[in-house]
């Protein structure tokens, strides 16, 4: 059976999570934090969650262990089977890590775990994000879903990247980051509708708690 390793705070993992949850795909989830301990980059080289255990080995990348599973597991089709729409959600996918998320994670500390971020980095992710949620407004359908009339990789990325993203716009610029995408706003909220959407959530607000006493202790 496979194994998913990680925690349910890290919003990478929830989206592996939910993936194999929407594809009914049988799991087991072992609870660990990423680190630098030699037993832990034995299984992923960068010393990341997520992790996923499969009988030939184990995968690191959320990307790659989305792509993977799309193409070993049945259920429900979480890519497009046209070559284009297929091409079409994977650059939506990158283009909400790599505009929306990354930005956005570069201010966490500040947000969430009471740290301090340079007013340089701040000012660039406020930028960055704006710039994200432009080209997510340009180039994403919303009918209801990021690219159509379906769920697809891209509803993860955007489901687990943008509340974050929206905190530190919030909290740091005091900006509304989706005021000009009502859209978008309105799939966050049919999403929250589904069942398997709501176990996720439900596992992360238990762990929080204790995830950011921890983190605080640390810095």
Do not use: W
Request: proline share 4%.
């Amino acid at each position: 059976m496979i194994k998913l390793h990680g925690f349910a705070v890290s919003n990478y993992f929830n989206m592996v999570k939910l993936a194999l949850l929407e594809k009914g795909v049988d799991f087991e989830i072992n609870t660990v934090h990423g680190s630098q301990d030699e037993a832990f980059l034995a299984i992923s080289p960068r010393g990341k969650v997520p992790v996923l255990e499969t009988d030939k080995g184990f995968l690191n990348e959320t990307n790659v262990i989305l792509e993977y599973i799309e193409e070993t597991q049945s259920g429900k089709a979480l890519l497009p089977s046209d070559p284009y729409e297929r091409g079409y959600v994977r650059a939506l996918t990158k283009e909400i890590e790599l505009y929306i998320e990354l930005p956005a994670r570069s201010c966490y500390m500040e947000v969430f775990f009471g740290g301090k971020v340079d007013d340089a980095v701040k000012e660039k992710a406020k930028a960055d994000l704006l710039a994200g949620v432009a080209t997510l407004k340009r180039h994403a359908k919303f009918a209801p879903y990021v690219a159509g009339s379906e769920m697809t990789i891209a509803d993860l990325m955007f489901l687990f990247s943008i509340d974050l993203a929206s905190a530190v716009a919030g909290k740091l610029f005091g900006i509304d980051l989706l005021a000009d995408l009502p859209e978008a706003k309105a799939l966050l909220a049919e999403l929250a509708k589904n069942p398997n959407v709501q176990q996720v959530e439900a596992d992360k607000n238990a762990e929080m708690a204790a995830f950011i006493a921890a983190a605080k202790a640390r810095k």
